[in-house]
């Protein structure tokens, strides 16, 4: 009976709007969050700007908090992708013209997507498998890359991580396996300066 209830939900666009709008809480004047699928519920969206969240079809997107401060910003979510996080913070961004892909048959659990700066891209390819992991960019111009049919399994607090800053680049090809309490960083996260508070390659 279920599943016939279902099934009609979703040939009825209205009716399909409105079981999605009562199990989500998307910001009241936009036209910049496209989700679709009926396992979409009790996620937070916050956008503040020009900025755009679409959700291919036959998605779970379950317990989770999307906020996106700047302009420009997307996140692209493709089909059969499964998102869940528990009440945590999954997405946070913060700056112009970044980009975050969540390809088809991705499995995504108790995962964070940290951006501050701009023009920054990560890619999740299709079938990738995480769980506690957490992807961390500072700055502008850095690039993540995960390979298909990898996995990412932290567990608790010893978590997979990864850590970019200074427009660098992260690589992971296909069909690698990470376990708990990794980091992976091309930077320490603490800079040095000059007193004009640029780098020293910059001032050069």
Do not use: W
């Not at 079981?19 to 989500?24: E, F, P, Q, S």
């Not at 390809?103 to 995480?130: A, D, Y």
């Not at 506690?132 to 502008?140: L, S």
Request: glycine fraction near 8%; charge should be positive; proline fraction near 1%.
């Amino acid at each position: 009976m279920k599943e016939k209830i279902y099934r009609l939900i979703k040939k009825i666009p209205l009716i399909m709007r409105i079981y999605i709008k009562k199990y989500n809480r998307f910001p009241r004047k936009t036209n910049a969050v496209n989700m679709s699928g009926i396992k979409i519920r009790h996620n937070q969206v916050i956008l503040n700007g020009k900025n755009h969240v679409f959700c291919g079809i036959d998605c779970s997107i379950q317990n989770n908090k999307f906020v996106i401060h700047g302009n420009e910003n997307r996140v692209e979510i493709r089909d059969n992708v499964e998102i869940n996080g528990s009440d945590q913070q999954t997405i946070f961004m913060q700056g112009n013209n970044n980009h975050i892909i969540i390809e088809s048959g991705c499995r995504i659990s108790n995962t964070s997507f940290f951006i501050v700066g701009s023009n920054n891209k990560i890619t999740i390819s299709k079938n990738v498998s995480t769980m506690a992991t957490e992807f961390h960019i500072e700055r502008d111009n850095n690039t993540i890359f995960i390979g298909e049919n990898t996995s990412m399994h932290g567990r608790g607090t010893k978590t997979v991580h990864f850590a970019l800053d200074e427009g660098t680049n992260v690589v992971v090809g296909e069909d690698c396996m990470f376990s708990n309490d990794i980091q992976i960083r091309s930077s320490d996260s603490h800079s040095i300066l000059d007193l004009g508070g640029q780098t020293p390659e910059s001032s050069r």
